[in-house]
């Protein structure tokens, strides 16, 4: 699977931002998709992750009520929508797809490039 991750950008604390991650290469909804992010000098973290049909979720606690993913598995796209931004969760943001479970740090099959969000205070 080939990842392509978009949306990233400069936004000030309070606001919104929506990305996207474009998928191709395999069959789409046969993956679990996750969304990773790594803050200037720290390590990537796990933010969400989105089941094969998308109908459960899981989330990292600091974005918990703030950040709600989804995907459409007939434009193979997922998606993180970021409301309430801070600070802190200025980041590289990364998609990634596993084919066994929600992707984790250490258990994902394919990553996408990064997509820079800097919130500023």
């Not at 604390?13 to 990305?19: E, V």
């Not at 991650?21 to 789409?28: K, Q």
């Not at 970021?82 to 596993?98: G, I, Q």
């Given at each position: 699977?080939?990842?392509?991750a978009?949306?990233g950008?400069l936004?000030q604390a309070?606001?919104?931002?929506?990305?996207?991650?474009a998928?191709s290469?395999?069959?789409f909804?046969?993956y679990?998709?996750?969304w990773?992010?790594?803050?200037?000098?720290?390590e990537?973290?796990?933010?969400?992750?989105?089941?094969?049909?998308?109908?459960?979720?899981?989330?990292a606690?600091?974005v918990?009520g703030?950040?709600?993913i989804?995907?459409?598995n007939?434009?193979?796209t997922?998606?993180l929508?970021?409301?309430s931004?801070?600070?802190?969760?200025?980041?590289v943001?990364?998609?990634?797809?596993?084919?066994a479970?929600i992707?984790?740090?250490?258990g994902?099959?394919?990553?996408g490039?990064?997509?820079?969000?800097?919130?500023?205070?």
């Amino acid at each position: 699977v080939q990842l392509q991750a978009s949306g990233g950008g400069l936004v000030q604390a309070g606001g919104s931002l929506k990305l996207s991650c474009a998928a191709s290469g395999r069959t789409f909804s046969n993956y679990f998709m996750g969304w990773f992010r790594q803050p200037p000098g720290k390590e990537r973290e796990f933010v969400a992750g989105i089941t094969l049909s998308g109908t459960s979720t899981r989330y990292a606690d600091s974005v918990k009520g703030r950040f709600t993913i989804s995907r459409d598995n007939a434009k193979n796209t997922v998606s993180l929508q970021m409301n309430s931004l801070k600070p802190e969760d200025t980041a590289v943001y990364y998609c990634a797809a596993s084919y066994a479970r929600i992707p984790t740090v250490l258990g994902a099959d394919y990553w996408g490039k990064g997509t820079l969000v800097t919130v500023s205070s």
